[in-house]
């Protein structure tokens, strides 16, 4: 488990048990009253993540400053990135849900696809060290730099803004969806109207990073014209 997302990775587990936590969500577990799940192996892929994407930014980039750098890095790492790597190796369809995550589309919200792939990260750096993780996240990285870089510059909301403003749309305005989740783990979904209009709709642990999400959802289905890369 799972031989297709092994082959769309570029990755072979040797222990089937990593790749099966890696899958697992908690509700999926918590519903059969098992332990393991995926979040802790997400923790540990966020930083494999982070420290993979420091390096290669480091070695791609010679010339540019920390400040550069860093808006890079924050745009490779960010939940839409992600969620949308996960989108093109269909990792929604392996995902193991609870019924009631299921039924309410949870193979498809970007949160829970943002942490699976963080979680399949760590999974390979356990399983077959730094170097396994960094080949298959440095083929991530470049991919997802070649095909994105209209966030790097700035945030994606003020990059929203500014480019909406320049077509004379106004300000984008963000509106809370959803709110779930006990007060300790707080999910909001936020929708991002762009000329009165939804354009953009995203989860986060907090309203600020639900509305990050939504505007980097808004640019991409808006197909506005990107920075520079």
């Given at each position: ?39 802790r192996l997400e923790f540990l892929g966020d930083s494999v993540l982070g420290l993979v994407a420091a390096r290669w930014l480091y070695d791609t980039y010679p010339e540019e400053p920390e400040g550069r ?141 639900a509305e990050q999400g939504a505007a980097a959802a808004a640019l991409e289905r808006l197909d506005l014209p990107e920075d520079a890369s």
């Amino acid at each position: 488990m799972s031989r297709f997302i092994e082959e769309a990775v570029g990755y072979t587990f040797k222990s089937g048990a990593l790749i099966s936590a890696a899958l697992t969500h908690r509700s999926y577990a918590n519903e059969r009253g098992e332990q393991e799940n995926y979040e802790r192996l997400e923790f540990l892929g966020d930083s494999v993540l982070g420290l993979v994407a420091a390096r290669w930014l480091y070695d791609t980039y010679p010339e540019e400053p920390e400040g550069r750098l860093a808006k890079r890095k924050s745009f490779l790492v960010s939940a839409p990135v992600l969620a949308r790597y996960a989108v093109e190796i269909e990792l929604g369809n392996e995902i193991r849900l609870g019924v009631g995550e299921s039924r309410s589309g949870g193979s498809a919200k970007a949160s829970i696809l943002a942490d699976t792939v963080e979680a399949l990260f760590g999974a390979i750096y356990l399983d077959g060290g730094l170097d396994a993780a960094r080949e298959v996240i440095e083929a991530f990285l470049a991919k997802a730099m070649a095909s994105g870089p209209r966030l790097i510059h700035t945030d994606a909301k003020t990059h929203l803004q500014e480019l909406a403003q320049a077509r004379g749309w106004g300000l984008p305005l963000y509106r809370v969806a959803a709110e779930t989740g006990p007060d300790h783990l707080k999910c909001f979904t936020i929708e991002c109207l762009v000329d009165g209009k939804i354009s953009g709709v995203a989860e986060g642990a907090s309203k600020k990073s639900a509305e990050q999400g939504a505007a980097a959802a808004a640019l991409e289905r808006l197909d506005l014209p990107e920075d520079a890369s």
